[in-house]
């Protein structure tokens, strides 16, 4: 099941430098996507999200960037911080046909050096 | 900051035998869902639940799994007779409705 992709296992920047996380997806029913982070041993968490009906979403140093044309959208970190360090899942749904399931990427491991 | 919380942090079972793990979701939330990873492998959809029945399953739910909120406050993941393959991390999250979801931080089952 690939309908959520993020093709780049790992990232690494230099604090105070742009993150850009990138994910895909193949399914047109998708609507509505999630960017969580996740640390070792600890859940994701929730960081932001954007619904189709816009084509970017910012809060803070996140804005996350959405492409519906090449179902492609990305997350902006500026700056970047050691603690932003973390493993970041995409994650996308339909917001039509009453499915709350997330279908999830692989995630990207970010490791922002100091 | 109000949170998910899931019981026991890890569980070691022996194959066959029955586990159930525990979640107490947000307390004003109304849907909760159960997800697991697999090392290695993507975060995966199991069920979700809502007004006291599932909404949703996917393949992975079969017979051997159940859900149950036995109270106001918790909500529990039964695997009836676990397999090696059950061993993953299970993760319980809840939701106001057409909102993020919230995870808790897991519960690592390893069956024997």
């Known amino acids: 099941d690939q309908q959520v992709k993020q093709n780049s296992p790992s990232l690494s920047v230099q604090e105070g430098r742009i993150s850009i996380l990138n994910c895909d997806y193949t399914?047109?029913?998708?609507?509505?996507f999630l960017w969580y982070k996740k640390y070792p041993a600890e859940g994701p968490t929730f960081l932001i999200s954007i619904s189709s009906i816009k084509d970017k979403n910012e809060d803070g140093r996140f804005t996350v960037f959405l492409n519906k044309s090449a179902k492609h959208l990305s997350l902006h970190i500026v700056p970047s911080q050691p603690g932003d360090s973390a493993v970041y899942f995409c994650a996308a749904r339909p917001t039509q046909g009453g499915s709350e399931k997330l279908v999830f990427g692989k995630g990207t491991k970010l490791t922002v050096n100091p | 900051e109000p949170e998910v919380t899931q019981t026991p942090s890890h569980q070691v079972t022996q194959m066959g035998q029955e586990v159930i793990l525990r979640c107490v979701p947000i307390?004003?939330?109304?849907?909760f869902y159960w997800y697991r990873q697999i090392l290695g492998q993507k975060v995966e959809f199991l069920v979700s639940?809502?007004?006291?029945?599932?909404?949703?399953k996917s393949e992975i739910f079969d017979d051997q799994f159940s859900v149950e909120r036995p109270d106001g406050s918790n909500f529990t993941l039964k695997i009836r007779s676990t397999k090696l393959e059950d061993s993953a991390m299970y993760f319980c999250?809840?939701?106001?409705?057409?909102?993020?979801?919230?995870f808790g931080d897991g519960t690592r089952l390893s069956i024997l």
């Open positions: 639940f809502y007004n006291n029945e599932i909404s949703e």
């Open positions: 307390s004003n939330h109304l849907y």
């Open positions: 399914n047109s029913m998708f609507d509505y």
């Open positions: 999250a809840s939701s106001e409705g057409y909102q993020p979801q919230h």
